[in-house]
């Protein structure tokens, strides 16, 4: 059976007759008006009847909007939280290449698992120069040693590497983490990235905004997690294409 769900927007207009209530919209998942209902300042939100649609069922009121990308201007960034492994598959999908994660944390350019600025990319204790800077999507991905783009194997790790290895720091969307506090951030837009450990998919981003206050991140759906700017300055968002 399908999922749908529908966006919970508040709207905050004075009623003249009673200066402690509010006016709640409740929108479809297309944009248009469900219904209104009021609601009393510092009190609980009474949620309208369930909408229903033919062939699916609600699954519930959304918090944010989905967008279709999400762009730094080059002083934005995200950490994700996560530390790489030796069992980690990232993959990426951006006009260029622009993420990092150091695997057993030496400065300078070995032992990194990352791609970075959208010229030069690096795995592990090798490194390669792939020039790939485009207005549209690009699929980047770098498991079992080996780094592909849109499909293609661009490079493979051929040097003795650990067996089992852990991140002493986490991996960073629209940068470069240095070290433990300092990143370099880059222009990037993403329109979506991921984290899988074997088969099992750990973390899932997508480019969102929270409609309570209108800030623009990147909504893990495994964690139900909203990562927003740890930078700079403000993310560009893209066209909404629905709620979450």
């Not at 009474?46 to 069922?57: M, N, R, S």
């Not at 609600?58 to 989905?66: C, D």
């Not at 480019?207 to 909504?219: E, S």
Request: glycine share 10%.
């Amino acid at each position: 059976m399908k999922r749908f769900l529908c966006a919970l927007f508040c709207l905050f207009v004075f009623v003249y007759a009673y200066a402690d209530t509010r006016n709640v919209t409740w929108y479809n998942e297309d944009g248009t008006i469900y219904t209104t209902t009021t609601c009393t300042v510092g009190g609980d939100v009474i949620l309208p009847q369930a909408p229903t649609k033919i062939g699916y069922t609600f699954k519930g009121w959304g918090t944010y909007y989905k967008l279709e990308y999400i762009e730094s201007t080059g002083t934005q960034w995200i950490d994700t939280g996560y530390y790489a492994n030796n069992t980690t598959v990232f993959t990426l999908r951006a006009n260029k290449a622009s993420c990092s994660g150091y695997v057993n944390g030496t400065s300078g350019n070995q032992n990194a698992f990352y791609v970075c600025g959208g010229q030069w990319a690096w795995y592990s204790y090798r490194d390669y120069k792939y020039a790939i800077d485009t207005n549209s999507i690009n699929v980047f991905i770098i498991k079992n040693k080996q780094f592909f783009i849109n499909d293609v194997l661009i490079d493979q790790q051929t040097s003795a590497v650990p067996s089992i290895w852990r991140s002493p720091y986490t991996f960073v969307l629209f940068g470069l983490k240095r070290n433990a506090t300092t990143v370099s951030s880059y222009p990037l837009k993403i329109y979506g990235a991921s984290f899988a450990e074997g088969n099992t998919l750990v973390h899932n981003f997508i480019p969102a905004q929270r409609m309570f206050d209108g800030a623009v991140g990147l909504y893990d759906t495994v964690t139900q997690q909203f990562f927003g700017n740890s930078g700079t300055g403000e993310f560009i968002a893209g066209p909404s294409v629905g709620g979450i």
